[in-house]
């Protein structure tokens, strides 16, 4: 019988990143790193305050808010963000997520595709 390799990561053990705005934080769990068979998943973590800026990706994305709160611009629609609200966003989709609190907001993005394109676009940056 085979077995395809199962892989498991502790968040604690992976790096953040600062990839977009200042105060953005980003721990890929699975990506071209610690590669999958077709997604990627990261938590990101906004300071107060911050946002991610609008930007898009070539592969549709999963968003689930863990912690904190804040608003959220997917597409041509605006959603308050809470813990427990998934979010999905087409290729393509205009995103940002914009921490209007004073605690970190936190959210888990699952993307389809483990090497995907992401594009800044000009418009709204801050929150």
Request: glycine letters at 8%.
């Given at each position: 019988?085979?077995?395809?390799?199962?892989?498991?990561?502790?968040?604690?053990?992976?790096e953040?990143?600062?990839?977009?705005?200042?105060?953005?934080?980003?721990?890929?769990?699975?990506?071209?790193?610690?590669?999958?068979?077709?997604v990627?998943?990261?938590?990101?973590?906004?300071?107060?305050?911050?946002?991610?800026?609008?930007?898009?990706?070539?592969?549709?994305?999963?968003?689930?808010m863990?912690?904190?709160?804040?608003?959220?611009?997917?597409?041509?629609?605006?959603y308050?963000?809470?813990?427990?609200?998934a979010?999905?966003?087409?290729?393509?989709?205009?995103?940002?997520?914009?921490?209007?609190?004073?605690?970190?907001?936190?959210?888990l993005?699952?993307?389809?595709?483990?090497?995907?394109?992401?594009?800044?676009?000009?418009?709204?940056?801050?929150?």
């Amino acid at each position: 019988m085979f077995v395809k390799k199962v892989k498991a990561v502790k968040l604690s053990d992976v790096e953040a990143v600062q990839p977009l705005q200042p105060g953005c934080y980003e721990r890929w769990i699975f990506d071209k790193r610690t590669p999958t068979e077709g997604v990627a998943m990261v938590v990101a973590t906004f300071a107060p305050q911050k946002c991610s800026g609008l930007h898009t990706h070539d592969v549709e994305e999963l968003f689930f808010m863990l912690k904190g709160g804040g608003r959220a611009i997917v597409g041509d629609k605006e959603y308050r963000l809470e813990p427990n609200l998934a979010i999905y966003a087409p290729p393509e989709t205009p995103h940002n997520f914009i921490n209007t609190e004073d605690e970190p907001l936190v959210l888990l993005a699952v993307l389809g595709g483990r090497e995907f394109k992401t594009t800044t676009l000009q418009g709204t940056t801050q929150p």
